[in-house]
Structures are given as structure tokens and as C-alpha cells.
């Protein structure tokens, strides 16, 4: 029997694997066959630039590729460990940055297959809100302002989207005013994600579009290669392709031409998680625990005048600015009230800080147990009874100094919430207090997690900041209104106008209620285990 010479058997075992693989990847990529001849005999399509200059864009309706077109950096990895992390764990978050290799092998489709199995597979339908608290600040962040500029200029607006629904449709709707999103839908099993996305959904979803507004004149934007991957696109006599050469000319939305204003978000992360990013925390979180325990015992266990110096050489920076005739309104020794916009639980302790005084009263609406015994300044709950939370400040202020955030729960943005008016009639003795932080890694504050852990997490920070500012004194026996409680509003508006001023913040109406209603899905009483 003759020999299969060696070099040719490893030619043909090669050629096999060579084959089979590639075949595999086409199957998985979904490479579309014929598309040049496809193109010519069905769409019109024309370069990206020239849909700029269009002046007729709102007798049409425009359908945009939300990856490929809407988003300057095409990677959707970051997004898919937020939601990993937020409604799933940290160990969720870490087999998808392990899985990162095999999802850039097997190309986009089977990629984002494999990132929706990760991050959804047992979590439960009812109760996953990273589409709407977590994800909105990322996505903004990554929006080219050129194709927003265009998109404002059309009539009604379709993004199409190869994510799941419960990731974009928030984003979309409420913070780009897009009337229609049609995403993916993922399957359901007893109330929990089973990790599959519902092709079928899809398709129902493209024909409501269709029955509703109708593509008689639909203009298309998306890519090249995303020309085919849905079929509304195919209802387009128009199609205008973007390319990565446009997308790198692109520049990031600014915060002032949001469609819609991003107000509250939530995650603990502050830093897009891209694998660099991913990595680079996962190395620094042992070190930031035991930072965030130096930091804390340091704080706790020695006067202002020697833990100040240790903490600015453990990397934390604590900025003041004092009025002129500082010396002149402390004078008086207590019966002041420190009115603060909130941004960290630590808010009234820096207050301390920048005083040199432990003897400042703290008053809040919520305090854990564990922050309440490790406080080196005194805390005093409130009952949320007008009434008798007035009676409580007023004994306070006798015995001293009170510090108070009437936004009663913190704001991340450069927003102020509605200032409750209780604190203009405790004493005649307001010093507003401008308060701002800066954070490179974690936030300090949460709507839906361990409230306890907020001010660990602030500490957690390689070089966090915190700024305040103290400014002019408010009298309230000043303001001259035929009514006690307009007075009492003038007040709390005119110190909020004054610390918006002071931090270049805009001044809402907005309440705490209002966050967490939609941080949170609920009003803001949250359970004693989590608590603020």
C-alpha cells in the first residue's frame, strides 16, 4: 500500500480546518451574498456628506442605524458590562472581560449574542432598570453632534438597533426625542431573561413602524456593511452611507444640545468600561479597599489639623473659598445654619473640615446605622413631618451650629434640585455653601444599591476632590412679603440661585421624589438594610 507522502497530508488537514472554520465564521458573521448587485438594483445610495446640505429633510421619514451611525466609537462592549455589573455582579462583569477575546473572534451577530447571554441569562425582567438609570450617560457620551444636528432637521425618526430593546429604548425616547426604536426583544422564562434574543418580535415591531408612519418617503442612514441587516432599510428609496472616515471628523454632543437634559443617572462606575478600563479598576480595587480603610481610620481617630496634611498625601484634595469678611460673620459663636447643595453623604463633614470644628450638627432625612456610629460629627434623623422636623432644627441651632441639605438627596449633574423651605425658618442666620466633587473611577452615591457603601466608594477613588465655597450671608428677616410662606419660598430660592451662581449649576424644580422614580421605580423610602 503506498505511503501518503507527509508534506501532502498536512497540506490537505490544513486545507480541511481551513475550510470548516471559515465556512463557520461566514455562518456566524452572516456575510451577505450578492450585496453589490443588491444595492444597484434596489437602493439609491449616496455618500454621507451630501445628506447634510439637504434643506427637505422634514418631509421625510429618516431611519438611522443607531450603532453604526449614531455612536462615533463602534465598540459595544462597554455597555454590555454595564449592564453585567449594575443588574447582574461583579463576577458577571468578569467572565464577560475573560469572554472579550472570543467575541472580537466571531465578528458582531455572534459577538452581541454571546454579551446578551452573559449579561442577561437569569436576571429578572421586572426589576432591570440599567436601560434607563445606567445606560443614558454612557451612550450620550459616545454621540457624534453632526448626526444629532441632522437628525433634529427630519421629520419622524426610526432608530434601528441590533441591541436588545431594554437597552436603547430610554436612551432614544426620552434623552434624543426618537419617535420610534426598534430593537431586539429577548425571550422570557417565568419572569427571568433566558439570554436569547426574539427575532420574530423584531419583525412585528418593523411592521408597526410601517402601519403607523409609513415609508412612502423614508430616507436610510447606516453603513456599508449594516445595509442588510434590517428590513426596514429595504422600504428606504434612499440610503446614504457613513464611514468611518466621516465618523473620526465627528464631535462629541455637548450636555447643552441634549434633545432631552440628563439629569439623574446611576452606576458606581464613573469611567467608560472599556477592557483597558475594565482591567485597570479590577487591578486597583484591592488597593482602593485598603486606601478607603486608611483614609477612614485617619479621618476618625485624629484631629482636622493633623488628618487634613495625612489625607491631601493620600491623594484626596479638599479645596475652600471663604467670604472676604469671614471674620466678621463668625464672630457670633453658633446658631447658624450651613445650608449645602448635597452631592456625597460626606457633604456636612467636609463642611467640618474646612470649620475646624467637630461640633457642627448634621441633620438628614436618612442615615444608616453603620454611618451614623462612624461619624466624627453628630447626626440627627428627621421625621420628614414638617412640623416637627422645624421644632427639632430650632433646639438644634440653640445648642449650635446646623448643617442641612434641603435638596434632600444628591444630583451628580450640574443641576440643583427644588430646596425644601424648612431651613428659612430656623434663624435668621444662613451661610450657603457651594459644594462640588470630582471622582475618576467610582461614584458615591446610589439609588438602587448599599447605600452604606457611599461613602466607601467616594474614598475608593485614586485622587477624588471635593470643593467648597462659602458665601455671603442670607438674613431671611430681610425678604418683606404680606405672606409668611411666599417668604419662606423666596428664601430657599434666592440660596439656591445664589449656589447655581456660584457653581455654574441650573436650578430645577425637580424633587427627590422625582429621582428615584426614575432611578429607582419608586418614591424614595427605601428599606433600613439600604439606606442613606
Known amino acids: 500500500m503506498a505511503k501518503i507522502p507527509r508534506p501532502f497530508f498536512f497540506r490537505a488537514l490544513f486545507f480541511f480546518w481551513y475550510r470548516f472554520i471559515l465556512k463557520q465564521l461566514k455562518n456566524l458573521v452572516g456575510i451577505p451574498?450578492?450585496?453589490?448587485?443588491?444595492?444597484?438594483?434596489?437602493?439609491?445610495?449616496?455618500?454621507?456628506?451630501?445628506?447634510?446640505?439637504?434643506?427637505?429633510?422634514?418631509?421625510?421619514?429618516?431611519?438611522?442605524?443607531?450603532?453604526?451611525?449614531?455612536?462615533?466609537?463602534?465598540?459595544?462592549?462597554?455597555?454590555?458590562?454595564?449592564?453585567?455589573?449594575?443588574a447582574g455582579d461583579l463576577f458577571r462583569a468578569i467572565f464577560l472581560l475573560l469572554s472579550y477575546p472570543l467575541v472580537c473572534l466571531v465578528g458582531d451577530r455572534m459577538g452581541i449574542r454571546i454579551m446578551v447571554m452573559i449579561c442577561f441569562f437569569g436576571v429578572k425582567a421586572e426589576s432591570f432598570n440599567a436601560g434607563r438609570a445606567v445606560l443614558p450617560k454612557f451612550l450620550l457620551d459616545n454621540v457624534g453632534s453632526e448626526i444629532v444636528e441632522v437628525l433634529s432637521r427630519g421629520g419622524k425618526k426610526v432608530g434601528v438597533s441590533r441591541l436588545p430593546q431594554v437597552m436603547v429604548e430610554s436612551f432614544l425616547r426620552e434623552y434624543l426625542k426618537i419617535d420610534f426604536?426598534?430593537?431586539?426583544?429577548?425571550?422570557?422564562?417565568?419572569?427571568?431573561?433566558?439570554?436569547?434574543?426574539?427575532?420574530?418580535?423584531?419583525?412585528?415591531?418593523?411592521?408597526?413602524?410601517?402601519?403607523?408612519?409609513?415609508?412612502?418617503?423614508?430616507?436610510?442612514?447606516?453603513?456599508?456593511?449594516?445595509i442588510l441587516d434590517h428590513d426596514l432599510f429595504s422600504h428606504c428609496k434612499e440610503i446614504y452611507l457613513v464611514t468611518k472616515a466621516d465618523k473620526r471628523g465627528w464631535q462629541k454632543l455637548a450636555r447643552d444640545k441634549y434633545p432631552g437634559a440628563l439629569i439623574f443617572h446611576d452606576s458606581r462606575l464613573a469611567v467608560e468600561p472599556t477592557p483597558l478600563e475594565v482591567v485597570?479598576?479590577?487591578?486597583?480595587?484591592?488597593?482602593?479597599?485598603?486606601?478607603?480603610?486608611?483614609?477612614?481610620?485617619?479621618t476618625l481617630s485624629l484631629p482636622y489639623n493633623v488628618s487634613t496634611p495625612l489625607l491631601t498625601f493620600t491623594g484626596l484634595r479638599l479645596t475652600a473659598s471663604l467670604p472676604e469678611n469671614w471674620s466678621q460673620i463668625f464672630a457670633k459663636s453658633g446658631?447658624?445654619?450651613?445650608?449645602?447643595?448635597?452631592?456625597?453623604?460626606?457633604?456636612?463633614?467636609?463642611?467640618?473640615?474646612?470649620?475646624?470644628?467637630?461640633?457642627l450638627i448634621a441633620v438628614t432625612y436618612s442615615l444608616s446605622g453603620l454611618s451614623e456610629i462612624l461619624a466624627p460629627i453628630k447626626t440627627v434623623r428627621l421625621t420628614r413631618n414638617k412640623d416637627e422636623d422645624a421644632s427639632i432644627m430650632k433646639e438644634?441651632?440653640?445648642?449650635?451650629?446646623?448643617?442641612?441639605?434641603?435638596?434632600?438627596?444628591?444630583?451628580?449633574?450640574?443641576?440643583?434640585?427644588?430646596?425644601?423651605?424648612?431651613?428659612?425658618?430656623?434663624?435668621?442666620?444662613?451661610?450657603?455653601?457651594?459644594?462640588?466633587?470630582?471622582?475618576?473611577?467610582?461614584?458615591?452615591?446610589?439609588?438602587?444599591?448599599?447605600?452604606?457603601?457611599?461613602?466607601?466608594?467616594?474614598?475608593?477613588?485614586?485622587?477624588?476632590?471635593?470643593?467648597?465655597?462659602?458665601?455671603?450671608?442670607?438674613?431671611?428677616s430681610s425678604f418683606t412679603s404680606g405672606d409668611e410662606e411666599d417668604t419662606r419660598f423666596q428664601v430657599a430660592n434666592h440660596v439656591q440661585s445664589q449656589i447655581g451662581k456660584a457653581l455654574g449649576f441650573e436650578c430645577t424644580k425637580l424633587t427627590r421624589?422625582?429621582?428615584?422614580?426614575?432611578?429607582?421605580?419608586?418614591?424614595?423610602?427605601?428599606?433600613?438594610?439600604?439606606?442613606?
Not at 441651632?397 to 450640574?414: H, I, M, N
Open 33 to 86: 451574498k450578492n450585496i453589490n448587485n443588491t444595492l444597484v438594483t434596489q437602493f439609491k445610495y449616496q455618500k454621507y456628506p451630501s445628506l447634510a446640505h439637504r434643506s427637505d429633510l422634514n418631509d421625510h421619514t429618516l431611519i438611522f442605524d443607531v450603532e453604526g451611525t449614531l455612536l462615533r466609537s463602534p465598540s459595544l462592549f462597554p455597555y454590555f458590562v454595564l449592564v453585567a455589573f449594575e
Open 181 to 226: 426604536v426598534v430593537g431586539r426583544e429577548l425571550k422570557v422564562f417565568c419572569g427571568y431573561y433566558v439570554g436569547l434574543m426574539d427575532p420574530r418580535n423584531s419583525k412585528h415591531a418593523c411592521e408597526n413602524v410601517l402601519e403607523q408612519n409609513g415609508c412612502s418617503h423614508a430616507i436610510g442612514i447606516t453603513t456599508f456593511n449594516n
Open 280 to 298: 485597570a479598576a479590577l487591578m486597583w480595587l484591592p488597593f482602593s479597599i485598603f486606601l478607603a480603610i486608611i483614609r477612614i481610620i485617619l
Open 335 to 359: 446658631g447658624r445654619v450651613y445650608v449645602c447643595n448635597h452631592r456625597t453623604l460626606l457633604d456636612p463633614l467636609y463642611l467640618s473640615f474646612v470649620l475646624r470644628t467637630k461640633d
Open 396 to 476: 438644634l441651632v440653640k445648642q449650635g451650629d446646623v448643617a442641612v441639605c434641603p435638596e434632600g438627596t444628591t444630583c451628580r449633574e450640574p443641576y440643583l434640585l427644588r430646596f425644601s423651605p424648612l431651613f428659612s425658618e430656623i434663624c435668621d442666620e444662613i451661610i450657603p455653601v457651594a459644594i462640588d466633587t470630582h471622582v475618576s473611577m467610582f461614584h458615591g452615591t446610589t439609588a438602587g444599591g448599599f447605600k452604606w457603601l457611599d461613602p466607601v466608594f467616594f474614598l475608593m477613588n485614586p485622587s477624588p476632590v471635593y470643593s467648597l465655597k462659602l458665601l455671603q450671608k442670607v438674613s431671611p
Open 513 to 532: 421624589k422625582d429621582k428615584y422614580l426614575l432611578l429607582a421605580g419608586n418614591e424614595g423610602v427605601v428599606s433600613k438594610r439600604t439606606e442613606r
